[in-house]
């Protein structure tokens, strides 16, 4: 089975094949078509993934997942969140930003999120779900692994920053591994269904 993954970002796909590939299953998840810009113009996580989903859809006409995911920290009232992908130019920049903005900060506590919408070829919603990973922001960066934020989200219950994970530990655990492993779950019986 192959499925339109709504994404550009090299990282999440790489990631969510790694996943699939973990278990063993016949989904192969390929990039859509040329063309696929979407403007993420929601207000929620949710609302950006089915815009990007429907994007997809719009020139593959096929199975579509997307994934809208982000950071969101307490002590800043949920930012960067759905703007997680856009807080400054660079990685960089956008972690020099958010250690900025928390400077001082007692409370520290942050959760990575992840809405992720499947489309079905009539371009319906097949299914939907949020995964969440809980952490705190430290001071400083640590680790190489992962992508994005990952130098600064320190795993609760772990002494380790999601960039100090290897990529098998982190897709155990991620935000985006408890999304996908519903959605997974789901195609499995509709497969077996069929
Ligand atoms: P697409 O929209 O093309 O999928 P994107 O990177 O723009 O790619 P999002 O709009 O969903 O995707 O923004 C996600 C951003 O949130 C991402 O660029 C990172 O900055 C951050 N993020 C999401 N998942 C992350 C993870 O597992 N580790 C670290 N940062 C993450």
């Given amino acids: 089975m192959q499925i339109v993954l709504a994404s550009s970002n090299k990282h999440k796909v790489q990631e969510i094949n790694d996943i699939?590939?973990?278990k063993g299953m016949d989904i192969e998840f390929i990039l859509p078509p040329d063309g696929f810009d979407p403007i993420e113009n929601g207000e929620t996580?949710?609302?950006?993934?089915?815009?990007?989903?429907?994007?997809?859809?719009?020139?593959?006409?096929n199975?579509?997942?997307?994934?809208?995911?982000?950071?969101?920290?307490?002590?800043?009232?949920?930012?960067?969140?759905?703007?997680?992908?856009?807080?400054?130019?660079?990685?960089?920049?956008?972690?020099?930003?958010?250690?900025?903005?928390?400077?001082?900060?007692?409370?520290?506590?942050?959760h990575f999120s992840c809405a992720m919408t499947l489309l079905n070829p009539n371009g319906e919603i097949a299914y939907k779900v949020q995964g969440i990973?809980?952490?705190?922001?430290?001071?400083?960066?640590?680790?190489?692994?992962?992508?994005?934020?990952?130098?600064?989200?320190?795993v609760d219950g772990d002494t380790r920053t999601m960039a100090e994970l290897s990529e098998a530990e982190k897709n155990k655990i991620s935000h985006r591994s408890v999304a996908l492993n519903q959605v997974l779950a789901f195609l499995k019986e509709l497969q077996l269904s069929h």
């Fill in 133 to 154: 990973c809980s952490g705190s922001i430290i001071k400083e960066t640590r680790g190489t692994n992962g992508f994005g934020y990952d130098p600064i989200f320190l």
């Fill in 63 to 110: 199975w579509v997942l997307a994934d809208d995911s982000g950071l969101c920290i307490d002590a800043l009232n949920g930012k960067p969140g759905i703007y997680s992908a856009r807080y400054a130019e660079t990685p960089a920049l956008r972690i020099e930003r958010v250690l900025k903005e928390l400077n001082g900060a007692e409370n520290r506590k942050a």
């Fill in 20 to 22: 699939v590939k973990s």
């Fill in 45 to 61: 996580f949710e609302e950006n993934s089915l815009i990007k989903a429907k994007a997809a859809w719009d020139i593959s006409k």
